[in-house]
């Protein structure tokens, strides 16, 4: 991936709070695709990000994984 379609793939993931708050959280939400991330902008900061479930429980069983290496 070249460094200009890296910077436009940032770009498209970040989503102004605004557009939550216009009602359009459902259409935003079911536009996901499996890779997709939606940074949410919030007074020009990250506040929080969106994405699919199948992404966050693949997240979630890796931190589980990572913190029994670590214990063990």
């Known amino acids: 991936m070249t460094s200009k379609s890296v910077v436009g ?3 498209n ?23 997709d991330v939606k940074i949410v902008i919030k ?3 990250p506040m929080a990000a969106i994405i699919p479930i199948s992404r966050f429980s693949e997240l979630i069983e890796a931190e589980e994984a990572l913190k029994e290496k670590n214990n063990g």
Do not use: R, V, W, Y
């Open 43 to 45: 007074n020009n900061e």
């Open 9 to 11: 793939t940032m770009l």
């Open 13 to 35: 993931s970040l989503l102004p709070i605004s557009h939550l708050n216009q009602g359009k959280a459902a259409k935003i939400i079911s536009s996901l695709g499996p890779d």
